[in-house]
């Protein structure tokens, strides 16, 4: 049965900040992307890396506007797996590169100025 848990105050957690959450088998990454909060499980569905230990940033998308056409898009909420950089959306859990990829994501919520996640 999911429950809620108390991840930090609010302030403890700014825009672009992570917090790893030791819930379930392999813990639960709670990240606020521009004031919003989502969260990820820390592994990765592509061989089961400590996914929350990648690097947070955006990735590149086709743009047939730009020189050489692509351009960078969805600055901080792109985390990329520490083994072999797949990216995955931290927003949706969805794979930048293959779209019937994804890891669990989980509810997070704010309440009196601390953050929770059900998990």
């Not at 088998?25 to 969260?39: D, H, I, L, Q, S």
């Not at 590149?60 to 797996?81: F, H, S, T, W």
């Not at 072999?84 to 990829?101: C, K, L, M, Y």
Request: hydrophobic share 35%; proline share 8%.
């Amino acid at each position: 049965m999911p429950e809620r848990r108390l991840v930090c105050a609010l302030d403890e957690l700014p825009p672009g900040g992570m917090k790893l959450v030791d819930v379930g088998k392999f813990g639960v990454g709670v990240y606020n992307v521009r004031g919003e909060f989502y969260a990820i499980v820390n592994y990765c569905s592509h061989e089961g890396a400590p996914l929350c230990l990648g690097l947070l940033g955006g990735t590149n998308e086709y743009d047939p506007d730009e020189p050489g056409g692509l351009r960078r898009a969805r600055d901080g909420q792109i985390v990329r797996c520490p083994w072999h950089n797949w990216e995955f959306d931290i927003t949706t859990g969805q794979s930048v590169a293959d779209p019937t990829r994804r890891i669990r994501t989980y509810p997070v919520d704010v309440s009196d100025g601390e953050v929770y996640l059900t998990a």
